[in-house]
């Protein structure tokens, strides 16, 4: 029988998973709300890219600050504790507002994220990377399966307003976000006082590959939320929008837990592979089916790829990093991941305005292909990966 991974990996999957429920219980209304407002696609797509691009940025800087200081444990609590504070933001209805809640959001997932995952790879044994961050990865989006079908409950049976339901809804994580982490193991790992700020010359060349590819596969990932206000426009109900979404993240929740343990035993390059594949198959279904029935599956299938590539890559830039310069490397990953974000969110609402909905569907679905391609070029992340 398996043995119980160390109690701070599920403390850290709890923190996740009632941040989510926090989470989905606003995010797939974001859409409805935004439309409510006259704020349409491109503001969304704004909105989503900045956010996204900056919590990116800020995990470089926090990976960083994790390897100089040697201290995991204020990382996480300050970045969990800053988004908790910040999600009541979202329920005054002025555009400015709104836009600073969700970059202060997103900016506590920067704070928290590397030295969230660093606290993982210390906590257990190499072998058992990939099964450790499934675990943690599963448990976040298991709070969907709590907040989306609440407040799809919420709509249908009561006229509740939007701004009174996201109050609510920030309850669970401002609790958890200042109960559970005093109770993680404050590990002091030996500083790196030479770590920089952007430690790219503390990088091996494969991981500076590797980066470049995660780049151009988040180039071709905009936010969820364009694939929900896709599904709005082809006239699905606002209760519509939470219930797909619990759909993309249980179905996400599915792929979590196969990804890292298959990619533990198959690779996590093939791993990826698979998944991006499945994306770009999926993203041009999307701009080809005008038809509301279809979207059901095509959202369902959207999230199975995203659980199923979040644990392999993760655990693979943790595979190839320099041992001392591991949660740095983890906040270039997130980085060149965010640098990739940030156009394609702001992009793909501009060629919706311009062409239509079909186009920026398309544009992503090839871009997606050809990342997926790349991976060719990464050495396999199995015994030789880290002398590359």
Sequence with gaps: MKRPYPPDIYRLGFLSFFNDVTADLITPLLPVYLGSLGLGVRFLGVMEGLADSLSNFVMLLSGAAADRSGRLRTGVRIGYRLAALARPLLAVPLAPVILLGRLLDRTGKGIRTPPRDRLITVSIARAEWGGAFSVQRAMDHAGALVGAPLAAVLLILYDINLPLLFLAACIPSLLSAFLIPRHLADLRLSPQPSAGLLPWRALTPTLRRYAVVIFLAALSSPSELLFLMRMQEAGAAPYAMPLAWFLFTSSALVGAYV??????????????????????????????????????????????????????????????????????????YYFAEGMGLLPASILFGLLWDRFGPAVPFFVAGGTALLATSLLSLLPSDRAKARRT
């Design 259 to 332: 990804g890292g343990p298959v990619s533990d035993t198959w690779g996590r390059r093939r791993t990826m592979a698979a998944g991006w594949l499945l994306f770009s198959l999926v993203t041009v279904a999307f701009g080809l089916t005008t038809s509301p029935a279809w979207f059901w599956p095509l959202i369902s299938l959207l999230g199975f790829q995203a659980g199923l590539t979040e644990a392999p890559e993760r655990a693979y830039a943790a595979r190839i990093a320099p041992p001392e310069a591991q949660a740095g490397a983890m906040g270039v």
